[in-house]
């Protein structure tokens, strides 16, 4: 069985899994809480900003 990597949502509600607390230094790639110090990678599949770019190239 495959492991499951712990992932930062941009637009989720995000509990670190070593402490427990909501608080994060968000990044281009990673967030670190700020309470722990623990990284999470951020979910790029849900990032806005990729969308925003998209929308502005002709077809």
Do not use: K
């Not at 994060?24 to 990032?47: K, M, Q, S």
């Amino acid at each position: 069985m495959p492991t499951r990597v712990p992932l930062y949502a941009l637009h989720g509600r995000n509990s670190c899994p070593t402490c427990g607390a909501s608080q994060w230094f968000v990044g281009r790639v990673i967030a670190e809480c700020a309470c722990c110090g623990d990284t999470l990678p951020i979910n790029h599949a849900v990032r806005p900003t990729q969308m925003t770019a998209l929308r502005n190239i002709a077809a």
